[in-house]
């Protein structure tokens, strides 16, 4: 069974700029949650998705946003990039009807902003 | 309170046992899980615990958990070169409705040959 994929791996983009990632979950995983790992911060939770909605975002502007497509992959925008938008982008999917709520990420994409 | 804690780093010796505590303040954390992420990659799920668990053994790993002190181990006995990477501890709280999950800060673990 294929595992999260996320794409692209890397990603460089000037400030000012926006970017988009795109998240492909684990079939049959109709939620999906968004990640930043930045360096030194840890992981901060960005946003969940779940059968095409917006479920809940984590304490980051509005520039970031995304979207869940009828096939529950989603994208991930930010727009007006800063410097410190600068960071390790995971994605995880989880089953909605899983019992124990695990999640499981893909490798991420590496977005860096000059 | 959603803040997970972990220490930053630790060293252990090939074929010793290592330890990477963590520590929540949220007591309506359902689960407790730990992740390894390795140079470069995404997180691996190693193991969960439920809140009504005291511990969990799979394999090398055993978890500990104490849900009057709001602390959780891992321990990984005969600890190899492969074990070195950057371990997370992560809470989910299902009541919340957010499901989303919170983690600590990530230990670093660096097994010397």
């Known amino acids: 069974e294929a595992g999260v994929t996320q794409s692209p791996t890397h990603l460089i983009k000037t400030r000012g700029q926006q970017a988009t990632l795109r998240c492909s979950p684990i079939?049959?995983?109709?939620?999906v949650y968004w990640y930043q790992q930045a360096l030194g911060l840890g992981l901060q939770f960005l946003l969940w998705y779940d059968e095409g909605e917006e479920r809940n975002r984590g304490n980051f502007p509005p520039r970031f946003s995304g979207r869940q497509f009828p096939n529950y992959s989603s994208e991930l925008n930010v727009n007006a990039l800063e410097l410190e938008d600068s960071a390790l982008y995971l994605c995880?999917?989880?089953?909605?009807?899983?019992?124990?709520?695990?999640?499981?990420f893909g490798p991420g994409t590496r977005l860096t902003v000059l | 309170g959603e803040d997970v804690e972990q220490s930053l780093f630790l060293s252990v010796r090939e074929g010793d046992s290592s330890v990477i505590n963590c520590t929540y303040t949220d007591s309506s954390s359902t689960y407790l899980y730990w992740y390894k992420q390795e140079p470069g990659a995404g997180l691996q799920l190693l193991t969960y615990?439920?809140?009504?668990?005291d511990m969990k053994q799979d394999q090398r790993l055993t978890v500990l958990l104490n849900k009057k002190d709001k602390h959780l181990s891992l321990r990984i006995a005969d600890t190899q070169t492969g074990d070195s990477a950057i371990y997370f501890c992560?809470?989910?709280?299902?009541?919340?409705?957010?499901?989303?999950?919170?983690f600590g800060t990530g230990t670093r673990l660096t097994v010397i040959p």
């Open positions: 079939s049959g995983h109709t939620s």
């Open positions: 995880a999917s989880r089953f909605r009807g899983s019992e124990i709520d695990t999640q499981y």
């Open positions: 992560a809470e989910s709280k299902r009541q919340t409705g957010a499901n989303n999950l919170f």
């Open positions: 615990i439920f809140s009504n668990m």
